[in-house]
């Protein structure tokens, strides 16, 4: 049973990444799927929420209006797709699951996946 992120890369500022988090041994439609971010020396800092009953869909204000998540129930997948990155989108991004995006904490985390934006 894991979640695995992927799609992270250096982009320069105003470009995008889509990020993926593919989930193994379990089926991931019966969870909310979440996206978490952490700078060195910051606090982790939740960006984004999908939930698994009515697709509710949640952001943070630091990425609201750039940031769109989505799933694919068929392929397992949750996707954050990234436009307009500025150079402090730079971090590792997990993804995890939990019961519903407003109950219960985070109890399952992929790897992480490092995204850079630089010129």
């Known amino acids: 049973v894991q979640l695995q992120a992927s799609g992270g890369g250096l982009v320069q500022p105003g470009g995008s990444l889509r990020l993926s988090c593919a989930a193994a041994?379990?089926?991931?439609?019966?969870?909310?799927i979440g996206w978490i971010r952490r700078v060195p020396g910051k606090e982790r800092e939740r960006i984004s929420c999908?939930?698994?009953?009515?697709?509710?869909?949640y952001y943070s204000d630091s990425v609201k209006g750039r940031f769109t998540i989505s799933r694919d129930n068929a392929k397992n997948t949750v996707y954050l797709q990234m436009d307009s990155l500025k150079p402090e989108d730079s971090a590792v991004y997990f993804c995890?699951?939990?019961?519903?995006?407003?109950?219960?904490?985070?109890?399952?985390w992929g790897q992480g996946t490092l995204v850079t934006v630089s010129s």
């Open positions: 995890a699951r939990r019961v519903s995006c407003r109950r219960g904490e985070y109890e399952l």
């Open positions: 999908i939930n698994s009953s009515d697709g509710m869909t």
């Open positions: 041994g379990f089926s991931l439609e019966y969870y909310a």
